[in-house]
């Protein structure tokens, strides 16, 4: 970890000291320099970094730690943890707003783009009529360079994209400045899956590690279907997070 300056508590910055700090924590965090099961110091050593009491360095330390960014280890101090991108539902994000919301470099490997035929079940939610065509487009989408997850995206013809587009960043983005259409509103589904021989190789993990599968329609602000989406999330750097709320009480 990099030495720097200590915080000087009559800084004219108005953040509590131990946001401060946080705040600069997060940012190595996500500088891409430390891997999963690296060693990021101890409460003495971070102490002894910013010039700030135990208590300050705690306080700083305690959302990196309910985010899951680090965990105490005995005998080794506070260790990365494997990187997770949490979403929070119900908010509609594409995949490069999400990683940018959080700080993240949001990254494509694009393994097709076709317009073709579309499978019967995506004829069907999308409400195409019989022989009408969608580009296909399968991707994997990065994080700071590492693979998050595998996507397959269909859209209608009609909406105008091309096989020559270029599909590196955020696809609801680039029906917008084509077509003037947009994702306003989506229906969505999430189930636990496992990686099979295919999807191991495309994301980097061992066959048989957990996947979170999804499948999502969006659709523009009249209702109507625009995008269907399907694909996998490897579980250990995808989560989603659900805010509940009971109604009457």
Known sequence: MHSAPPFETGNSESAPLYE???RELEAELLSGRYRAGDRFGTERELQERFGVSRATVRKALEGLEADKRIVRVT?????????????ELPELLSFSEEMKKRGLVPGTRLIEARVKEPPE??????GLADRERVLTLRRIRLGNGKPIAYTEAYVPESAGLSEADDYGGSLYDLLFAVSGRCVEEARQTIEADVADDHLARLLDVKPGAALLRFRRI???????????????????RYSYEIRLKRNGR
């Open 121 to 126: 079940e995506v004829g069907s939610e999308l």
């Open 75 to 87: 005998g080794k101090g506070i260790v990365v943890a494997p990187f997770r991108l949490r979403v």
């Open 20 to 22: 401060r700090i946080a």
């Open 218 to 236: 969006g659709c523009c602000g009249d209702g109507l279907p625009l995008v269907y989406e399907t694909g996998a999330a490897r579980a250990d």
